[in-house]
């Protein structure tokens, strides 16, 4: 991978501005693995644009390390297999210093032993199920402690739900969630014949019978609320169906964790206002830092264009990695790693967001209601949370921890005090 150093030090090295000039005539390359085309792109292009901007405005800023910035794109379409290929691609002929992408957990999964062996680094922008801690990850989206249990808290103690429909997209993300959510239901006194589960495939669109069947778990009286890990396009005939089935938000309530302000940017969402979503970051946060951030984007990208949370998480982990480069005065994969621990930024709600040893970050979390014009109300916000790799309601999961700075290791046993692996083959 190409080693870039600041001219500041290799002036000192070298004795020569010169030199360190010369350095720059290879910019610094920040590779995009986002899928731009298949039943992806309805999430990921936004991401692409925004790493897109990000770079566009360090550059205007002076760049970094007194280099330019060039971004690398590639499409990996929306086949969770290329993002292995393109991942070796960004990293070997494109020669980039960090990559920033994926949106699904297989994608992730794909990409994580290419990395592994080349040693590269990507930020991950987007809630998921937890259980993995990569040394060559940083994962800025939510852990299921910063979403997924906070959310069906609220629809335990503020909506009063008693029966549980886990409805997801049939891949790992959606599973592994849902068992860990099956059994903190289960803790919490739900019953097993309480909590009804079904999965369909990328791209599912024919949703009347599994409605009507969520529809009739209702038929006792008992209050029941829908978690949805749909992910992609599938959203949208799944809130179409609600709609033409005339269910309303009071009637059986949706918590979504992968719908966000650019997914509902395509629907009529009059029919959806009281559903809700679980997130660390809505557009209708209100502090300054957001207000500036908003405005940006539409005037790069359009009145039109929304802003959600996975693109603030791409925007905390991009800063966090430019100034973790400043620190460590190089891109260097290991230097930058080192710098990251600790790392605080500024997040778009107000607070502040900071890189834990376990490659999560601490941030807040919100839930939101959809409003008519496809935004959502900020119901419920909490102070920041620090994301766990691994939860605490699985058995085999309880008692590991990640800890790569002191520890360094991902998957840390801590009844053994041993380190059970070190790359993500989990």
Known sequence: MTYKTSGVVLAAL?????????????????????????????????????????????????????????????DPASDWPLFAEKARELLTVNEVDVIFGSWTSVSRKSALPV??????????????????????????????????????????????????????????????????????????????EDIFVNYTPFGHSDWATIVADVVALGADGKQVGV?????????????????????????????AFSVGEEELSGLDT???VGHLAAWNYFQSAESEANEKWVAAWKA???????????????????????????????????????AMYGQEFPNLTGGTAVMLPNHHLAKPVLIGEITAEGQFDIVSQTEEVPGDAWTDFLPESAVLTSDWKELGCGMYNTETKTCVQLTSNY
């Open 270 to 272: 009059s029919d959806l």
């Open 115 to 192: 990395l592994e062996e080349l040693n590269g680094l990507m930020f991950y922008p987007v809630q998921y199920e937890g259980e993995e801690s990569s040394k060559n990850v940083f994962y800025t989206g939510a852990a299921p402690n910063q979403q997924a249990i906070p959310a069906t808290d609220y629809f335990l103690e503020e909506l009063g739900v008693e029966k549980f429909a886990l409805l997801g997209t049939d891949y790992v993300y959606p599973r592994t969630t849902n068992n860990i959510l099956e059994s903190y239901l289960k803790s919490k006194g739900i019953a097993e």
């Open 300 to 338: 790069k990208m359009g009145e039109d264009r929304v802003t959600n949370d996975p693109m603030e998480a791409h925007y905390i982990g991009f800063n966090m990695w430019v100034n973790a480069v400043k620190q460590a005065g190089t891109t260097d994969v290991d230097a930058v790693r080192e």
């Open 14 to 74: 070298l004795g020569s501005t010169t030199l360190a000039a010369a350095e720059c005539a290879d910019p610094i390359k920040v590779g995009v693995l986002h899928s731009l085309s298949g039943t992806m792109a309805i999430s990921e292009t936004t991401l692409k644009d925004t790493m897109e901007l990000l770079v566009e405005t360090q550059n205007a800023a002076g760049g970094l390390l007194d280099c330019q910035i060039e971004t690398v794109v590639v």
């Open 227 to 255: 978690i949805s890990t749909i992910n992609g396009d599938a959203n949208i005939g799944f809130y179409k169906e609600l709609a033409a089935a005339g269910v309303s938000a009071d009637d059986l309530p949706v918590v």
